[in-house]
T-cell receptor
Framework: ETGVTQSPTHLIKTRGQQVTLRCSSQSGHNTVSWYQQALGQGPQFIFQ???????GRGNFPPRFSGLQFPNYSSELNVNALELDDSALYLC???????????FGPGTRLTVL | AQTVTQSQPEMSVQEAETVTLSCTYD???????LFWYKQPPSRQMILVIR??????QNATENRFSVNFQKAAKSFSLKISDSQLGDTAMYFCAFMKPGNQFYFGTGTSLTVIP
């Protein structure tokens, strides 16, 4: 059974640019959640996708958007990058909206 | 708004001893889930234990157990017979209907040989 994978591992962007982060769900999982984890902080919930539709959103501006594909993989897009967007971005998948979430290793984004 | 508070930024414990990590939360919801996650230095988060708010019995997973006090909104994690591999950041998390997860700021646990 393949776990949750994320790409890329590390990414460096400049302020104002756009970035796309990718997540492959664990086999059989139809729900994907994205989190932002700033250094020394706990993860902050960005949003969740369930069967290709957004199913809950945290306190993040619209420039944070996402997609879930028919194979349940997912993308997180961030437009107009700001310095404060520098963080570890975690993806987690589950078999349902209330079930245990399995986390990927994360993508470390640095905005200069 | 939901908040999760972990008041112990760092803790240490001798190998084979027992340690308890604290977590409190604030919510007006009656139905919710609570979790403890572990994030080792390799950074992949792993579920340690989960508690449904409607269950009065405290959850247990091998060496890990919780003390869930719903009225006090407290959810502490007890690790028995601590092992070196338990060294990690531990996050308490709250999930309410609507699927929003709220994490605490974490407790860094070091197991000393």
């Amino acid at each position: 059974e393949t776990g949750v994978t994320q790409s890329p591992t590390h990414l460096i962007k400049t302020r104002g640019q756009q970035v796309t982060l990718r997540c492959s769900s664990q086999s059989g999982h139809n729900t994907v959640s994205w989190y932002q984890q700033a250094l020394g902080q706990g993860p902050q919930f960005i949003f969740q996708y369930y069967r290709e539709e957004e199913n809950g959103r945290g306190n993040f501006p619209p420039r944070f958007s996402g997609l879930q594909f028919p194979n349940y993989s997912s993308e997180l897009n961030v437009n107009a990058l700001e310095l404060d967007d520098s963080a570890l971005y975690l993806c987690a998948s589950s078999t349902g909206r209330y079930n245990e979430q399995f986390f990927g290793p994360g993508t470390r984004l640095t905005v200069l | 708004a939901q908040t999760v508070t972990q008041s112990q930024p760092e803790m240490s414990v001798q190998e084979a001893e027992t340690v308890t990590l604290s977590c409190t939360y604030d919510t007006s919801e009656s139905n919710y889930y609570l979790f403890w996650y572990k994030q080792p230095p390799s950074r992949q988060m792993i579920l340690v234990i989960r508690q449904e708010a409607y269950k009065q019995q405290n959850a247990t997973e091998n060496r890990f157990s919780v003390n869930f006090q719903k009225a006090a909104k407290s959810f502490s994690l007890k690790i028995s017979d601590s092992q070196l591999g338990d060294t990690a950041m531990y996050f308490c998390a709250f999930m309410k209907p609507g699927n929003q997860f709220y994490f605490g700021t974490g407790t860094s646990l070091t197991v000393i040989p």
